[in-house]
């Protein structure tokens, strides 16, 4: 039996003289007719997100943001704003800038802060929106400005859950933290463990394998290392782990929570697999 496709109800957003407020709550379906996913404005399932960066000197990277036009400071958040305007009217989202209603325009894509000398966060609410950010400020704040780790929330969430800075509160609630040491110790197990098989397909497949018998899944809030010196300069390999926890996150929404990443993953490796083998 197929399932009733969920009800979608936006985020609220801000101008770019009115910075979000605390009391601001996402709108509620009438009636309603069962839960409400929350999306954003530019219609992107809201899903919490903090990237991490290292930066020379704060100051410096400060005096790039004021050149741009997208860009504001709100002193009583502590932070810069992102804004769908100007620079970034045209980053890559699931809605374009005139899917926006004028008179919520512009909007808020972002946050830049920075909690610490030498770090700098940019935090968004959606999946997608971190990816563009990632992509939109590599190349404005140069290639001193490194993101190391990634925050999330692996989850969707209803629209009657809360207010949406309650909702972004839980960045910070149960963190599970990746350590790299670890993760790094791991992947070197299972590669010496698996180089009987001389196959790079067939390695590939019982490594997969292991994964889904063990039923291993991420964590609620997961906070990972990335790799910058393999990234690619659209950061492939970041959008793909997202993308990858967003498609969990969806079908966990629609009830599907067997699913686990390792299972997803399989699942589009079958795919391609059989997609080649019909040319």
Known sequence: MKQAKPLRRRAGAASARAPVGSTNRPEQAAPPLGRHLLVTFTNEPFQPVRLYYSIPDSEQVIGKLRKLKCMIEVPPEGCWQ????????????????????KEKRPIVLGRIRFPASGSMTLQTNSIQRAIAGVRFFGPRLGADVVALRCRLVNRCFAAEEGTLDELMKQLDRDVTVIDPRAAEAAMKRDAADLRRYTDPEQMASQF??????????????????????EETPEFTH???MLQLRSMRAIEHWRGNTHLTLASIIMRLVEEDQRTRRGR
């Open 238 to 240: 970041l959008a793909n």
């Open 208 to 229: 997969m394998a292991r994964r889904l018998a063990s039923k291993e899944d991420v964590p609620l809030v997961e906070d990972f290392p990335l790799a910058p010196e």
């Open 82 to 101: 992102w804004l769908f305007h100007a620079e970034s009217a045209k980053v890559q989202l699931a809605g374009t800038y005139d899917d926006v209603p």
